[in-house]
Nanobody, 126 residues
Framework: QVQLVESGGGLVQAGGSLRLSCVASGRTFSSYCMGWFRQAPGKEREFVAAVNWGGSSTYYADSVKGRFTISRDNAKNTVGLQMNSLKPDDTAVYYC???????????????????WGQGTQVTVSS
């Protein structure tokens, strides 16, 4: 079994920055594509960003493109999300997720994934 634990959330003013981190247990981290998703109150879960097995390719939702950067360190079993120029509509619980299949992690429609973290709250004030 793989366990994912997110950290780094908090309260920030609009225009500010936060860096989220996700730490994975297990010895098969590099076998998984990793992604970040978020869910705001009253809203559906939405895709934010993804990185492939080795970190050579990334993919972003249009809403965060140019502002957020996803990265991974397979030696440390971590994936990060650098969030810049934050806006109030970025407020949500952010979840780390992993799946062995790229087409699942970047799917436009909601799809079940292999593993999920517990989430970390990001709040952006006006």
């Amino acid at each position: 079994q793989v366990q994912l634990v997110e950290s780094g959330g908090g309260l920030v003013q609009a225009g500010g920055s936060l860096r989220l981190s996700c730490v994975a247990s297990g010895r098969t981290f590099s076998s998984y594509c990793m992604g970040w998703f978020r869910q705001a109150p009253g809203k559906e879960r939405e895709f934010v960003a993804a990185v492939n097995w080795g970190g050579s390719s990334t993919y972003y939702a249009d809403s965060v493109k140019g502002r957020f950067t996803i990265s991974r360190d397979n030696a440390k079993n971590t994936v990060g999300l650098q969030m810049n120029s934050l806006k109030p509509d970025d407020t949500a619980v952010y979840y780390c997720a992993g799946d062995k299949r790229w087409n699942r992690i970047v799917a436009v429609t909601t799809t079940p994934l292999d593993y999920w973290g517990q989430g970390t709250q990001v709040t952006v004030s006006s």
